[in-house]
């Protein structure tokens, strides 16, 4: 017994050594869709990757070892650790968390039901255009000459639908989601659109008119009578098509741009949009042919409708040029001079239509007003009904830097956590969030404990943005804005990003600081 007892006290020691060598602590985060793995490792120790998935990396790591990966990447690890001494038996460790989407997916989500509402509208707005609204009593006469009822109302609204919806999805196959990002800022595509809202508002001032050869759309309009069945309702909703696009064109163009830099499905989910609000009025007024009596006809409204659409579309336009002057630093479009245009243009609407109908007389009291509200903005002021439009305003008080490495190095200096601000020049959301919470006076007293690191992502300056962005992909699993990090003095974050809201206080109970 007493032997017994002697071999137990002798390999206690080595024992209660073996049950305490852990020198690697694992851990692991979700950021964004994504994991963030760490392992750290005990000084005088390097750790060995025997096996992780189809990766691969260095034999050994000291101090620690660090890699973000997308959750269809999350595999076990393999693994060992030695120091001078002994190395440790292969272990297997595995990060148990169950990823899920974060606030980040909800807001694509929500820039998706954005770009299907924009294009509802845009629909809505092509119905009273003076290229589209003498095309109904036109369509109606075909199908009553063509002796179709409801069936082939529906299938000739389905056909608008589906040509639209097409134009989405060639867009989006022809140029893809990272390609179209890059089309969203780049300078000659939003020079060409800003000069075609110019030259579309010009002509529908008067100055000039628009329009396609009358040989394009005389041929298919008899081909489209000359043609039975299904194939001559789609024809006829070509014509519409051809017909109307000296009006739906720049009102499509602005909407795919918009859509450009969303996602893959972006574009097509607008012209779904687009397309569903044209071709409501068609497939009604096709199935309900009396309805077309009691419909206005074109005369001085539809003057007055050019106008008015002409001075909103220089207003538009400027969005666009502001878009490249930014990403490019030309700095000729500031934001106060992009403001007074603007006013220029309400007040004209009102100067117009203050002498018309009581219809036009109530809407030019309502641009009027909206003019001088935005007159405050000429001296700073928020003016947020326009901020996803205008170029970013300047935030007061606070420190910012633009550089990654600056940034986080006078972080490290001061002793004081990180802000980090991905952003774009041409992201809508990212201006609204500027407005409505980072100009919050109870936001801006709460960011002054941190340093504030801005990184436009579509800067085309010297490669900035690409840059920007793959430092976002890459260390936060992320490629939409706007984004926030938060990191402590040391460059470890502290909380799950930050995706788009306008609640000031749901940003700030998300500071740690």
């Known amino acids: 017994m007493k032997r017994y007892l002697f071999i137990v006290v002798a390999l206690l020691p080595l024992m209660v050594l073996a049950q305490m060598v852990e020198p690697v602590k694992w851990s692991g985060e979700q950021v964004g869709d994504s994991v963030r793995i760490k392992a750290s490792i005990e000084p005088g120790w390097h750790m060995n990757i025997i096996e992780f998935g189809e990766r691969e990396f260095d034999e050994e790591f000291a101090d620690s070892f660090v890699i973000t990966l997308a959750k269809e990447e999350v595999t076990p690890i393999r693994y060992n650790a030695c120091d001078d001494k002994m190395c440790t038996a292969p272990e297997v460790w595995k990060y148990e968390g169950k990823v899920q989407s974060d606030n980040v997916q909800s807001t694509k989500d929500r820039s998706l039901l954005w770009i299907f509402i924009l294009g509802l509208l845009g629909g809505l707005l092509a119905i009273f255009t003076p290229c589209v ?52 800022t780049n300078a000659v595509v939003n020079i060409f659109f800003f000069l075609l809202l110019v030259v579309f508002a010009l002509s529908f001032f008067g100055l000039f008119e628009i329009t396609l050869p009358d040989s394009w759309s005389t041929a298919l309009d008899n081909k489209a009578r000359s043609t039975g069945g299904f194939l001559s309702i789609l024809l006829m909703a070509f014509t519409l098509v051809i017909v109307s696009f000296s009006c739906t064109g720049p009102i499509i163009g602005t909407l795919l741009v918009e859509a450009a830099g969303k996602s893959l499905l972006a574009p097509s989910l607008g012209m779904l949009g687009f397309a569903i609000a044209l071709a409501l009025p068609f497939s009604l007024f096709a199935m309900f042919p009396e309805w077309m009596k009691q419909a206005p006809k074109s005369g001085d409204w539809m003057t007055s409708f050019k106008v008015t659409l002409a001075f909103l579309e220089l207003a538009l ?105 991905f952003t774009g020049y041409g992201c809508v959301n990212c201006r609204k969030m500027e407005a409505y919470v980072l100009d919050d006076d109870s936001v801006k007293a709460r960011l002054q404990n941190y340093v504030f690191i801005e990184l436009f992502v579509d800067d085309k300056r010297d490669g900035i943005g690409d840059k920007n962005s793959a430092i976002q992909r890459e260390q936060f699993g992320s490629n939409a804005q706007p984004f926030y990090v938060q990191l402590d003095p040391y460059g470890q974050q502290v909380a799950d990003p930050m995706a788009f809201t306008t609640d000031p206080m749901e940003f700030i109970n998300w500071l740690k600081y």
């Open 133 to 184: 609204w003498p095309i109904i009593p036109m369509t109606v006469s075909f199908f009553l000459k063509k002796g179709g009822g409801k069936r082939d109302a529906i299938l000739y609204g389905l056909s608008i639908i589906v040509l639209y919806v097409g134009l989405g999805l060639l867009v989006t196959l022809l140029f893809g989601a990272s390609a179209l990002n890059d089309l969203s």
């Open 317 to 421: 336009s400027l969005k666009f040029l502001s878009v490249a002057d930014m990403a490019y630093g030309w700095g000729i479009l500031p934001r106060w001079l992009f403001i007074a245009i603007w006013i220029g243009c309400f007040a004209g609407i009102g100067i117009y239509l203050i002498r018309k109908s009581w219809v036009g007389k109530s809407i030019a009291v309502l641009s009027f007003a909206f003019a001088i509200y935005l007159v405050p903005g000429l001296w700073g002021a928020p003016v947020k009904a326009i901020s996803a439009f205008a170029p970013p305003m300047e935030i007061e008080g606070r420190e910012v830097f633009n550089n990654y490495e600056e940034g986080l190095a006078y972080a490290r200096q001061e002793g004081k956590p990180v802000i980090i601000d």
